[in-house]
């Protein structure tokens, strides 16, 4: 019976060791990844067989009748239902079934030994009521299915922190001189963990199921009708050849009028046209600095700004001076006489404070009349 148990503890380690290395993540892109995910499948089964030959689980047994050691082989079936999910067939719908068939064994057998509680049992249940509109959650309230799926994280990731802190103790202890209680910790915490997975995915494979069981889309109709190309748009004369050309040659674009519209009434474009818009000043300001460049010197500049007036010339000292008249220009002359007798004519009509005096008289006299 030692050396037997001692066969099933190789097998169970070799197993795990290829499910590990299936289950990285550059594994899946390899191209031995379905012969390697196949063999951690037949290991797996051949340690099922080992099992059932020395009769560990009984439906007559609790689980305390189980050794710390031996809790690890209930697992066996849901590490083979994850596996056969990954196999790549071409039948879909198979692969899902089988591998729900192994979760479905791998909860029995907990179920069995009363290690479904709570939650988890009332889940069991709900998934043999209907194992193809299995849902962990309600589907009817979104907000309550929000609030379970959250619950439910975090009872997994409590799980998965528990099982770190409990395997870092049992790996500080001697294999020989360990504790049962840890080691029987250690592996009651990952068979609750696996709870959780199958669970979760069992929901999964039901709404795939319900995807596959949808009708294919049907495949677009055949197109029976003409294909319209430049000879329909164009007319095609009878006795042409047969030419693979899109565009129409010239002679033809000439021969039906390029003065005509351009579309037709069901919108199709009977000639050639070219959209200019802004197309040029577009493509001309792709690859270009950001910041706009200079178009001119500061000469050009400064000539087209006293242009346009705006540099004012003169001013300083030199506007004060008075250029010298020429006494030999006598026309200027006679127009400096006749501006300056108009100034004394204006002086002398209009002597100093004469509009101010008026002013001053006419106040005073009405303030006069008005005291009266």
Known sequence: MASISRNLREIFEDAERRRESVESPSASSSDEYPEHLR????????????????????????????????LQYLVIDFHIAELTSRIPRVDRRTTLRDARARYDKFLRLLDAYGLLEGD???????????????????????????????????????????????GRQYDEEDEDEADDMTLRSVNR???ILCVHAAFASLESIAVELQILALPPPSPPPPRTGPLWDHRMLFGRQEGDQYSERLDPPVAQLLANGRGGPLLSKEGRPLQPFTLLDQR??????????SH???????????????????????GGAASGQRAEPDEDDMKLADEATM????????????????????????ARSMVRHIRS
């Open 189 to 191: 915490t990952r068979i």
């Open 120 to 166: 988890d049992k009332r889940l069991y249940e709900r998934f043999q009521e209907a194992p193809d509109s299995f849902s962990t959650a309600t589907m009817t309230d979104p907000a309550a299915r929000r609030d379970t799926k959250i619950a439910r994280y975090r009872q997994e990731k409590a799980l998965k922190d528990k099982l770190e802190h409990l």
């Open 39 to 70: 063999a951690a499948i037949s290991a797996y089964e051949e340690c099922r067989r080992a099992v059932e030959r020395l009769a560990l689980f009984s439906p007559n047994e609790s689980v305390e009748d189980i050794s710390s050691r031996d």
């Open 292 to 314: 706009n460049l200079p178009t001119m010197t500061i000469d050009e500049y400064l000539e087209e700004e006293r242009r346009r007036g705006g540099i004012i010339e003169g």
């Open 339 to 362: 501006k300056a007798r108009e100034w004394d004519e204006f002086t002398e009509a209009n002597p100093k404070c004469v509009f101010f005096s008026s002013k001053y008289i006419i």
């Open 280 to 289: 040029d000043q577009l493509r001309q300001g792709v690859f270009r600095p």
